[in-house]
T-cell receptor
Framework: AQKITQTQPGMFVQEKEAVTLDCTYD???????LFWYKQPSSGEMIFLIY??????QNATEGRYSLNFQKARKSANLVISASQLGDSAMYFC?????????FGKGTMLLVSP | DGGITQSPKYLFRKEGQNVTLSCEQN?????MYWYRQDPGQGLRLIYY???????QKGDIAEGYSVSREKKESFPLTVTSAQKNPTAFYLC????????????FGEGSRLTVL
């Protein structure tokens, strides 16, 4: 069975600084995919970034990058130059076949 | 604009009543999903459907039922058998059952009094 662990219930960061949100996973499948989603206070889930298990390079999408360490089974999200609008819940998820398994999330608060 | 529409956004019901949450998508996606979110629990999968007229139980299907009679629609019924139905419910879709990336609706918050 898949499992995602996010050990940081909450994180604080000052505007314009970088922040790393931790995610470790457990799977026995050789092929898998990892996602990060953002959930603002309004409730909708916003896709941020995807990393495939066979991808040679770490994924990047604008200010978001994924620090993928396959041997350690970690897929940490790095947000560079934090903005006030980045304050939200962040979820890591792993895909197997047709479903996503989510972690419990990390609440990020960005202060001015 | 294409997207996923969930209704109602907020719903209050008395204990023992069944309630149906609507989910409609115009993305022409084959797969649709229902997740439940509780504080501190993350998202947990209730049911999913990869094609019309077919659906599978997720991790917490007990007390819920679904139907998939049309590609665009995947309603979720919270039955009186669900012991703790108060939660935030999220509907999602993906292009196909194996594409992984999910597109979410804005959610429905159900409160049972």
């Amino acid at each position: 069975a898949q499992k995602i662990t996010q050990t940081q219930p909450g994180m604080f960061v000052q505007e314009k600084e970088a922040v790393t949100l931790d995610c470790t996973y457990d799977t026995s499948d050789p092929s898998y995919g990892l996602f990060w989603y953002k959930q603002p206070s309004s409730g909708e889930m916003i896709f941020l970034i995807y990393q495939g298990s066979y991808d040679q390079q770490n994924a990047t999408e604008g200010r978001y990058s994924l620090n993928f360490q396959k041997a350690r089974k970690s897929a940490n999200l790095v947000i560079s130059a934090s903005q006030l609008g980045d304050s939200a819940m962040y979820f890591c998820a792993i895909v197997r076949y047709s479903t996503l398994t989510f972690g419990k999330g990390t609440m990020l608060l960005v202060s001015p | 604009d294409g997207g996923i529409t969930q209704s109602p956004k907020y719903l209050f019901r008395k204990e023992g009543q069944n309630v149906t949450l609507s989910c409609e998508q115009n993305l022409n996606h084959d797969a649709m999903y229902w997740y439940r979110q509780d504080p501190g629990q993350g998202l947990r999968l209730i049911y999913y459907s990869q094609i019309v007229n077919d659906f599978q139980k997720g991790d917490i299907a007990e007390g819920y039922s679904v139907s998939r009679e049309k590609k665009e629609s995947f309603p979720l019924t919270v039955t009186s058998a669900q012991k703790n139905p108060t939660a935030f419910y999220l509907c999602a879709s993906s292009l196909s059952g194996f594409s992984g990336e999910l597109f979410f609706g804005e959610g429905s918050r159900l409160t049972v009094l």
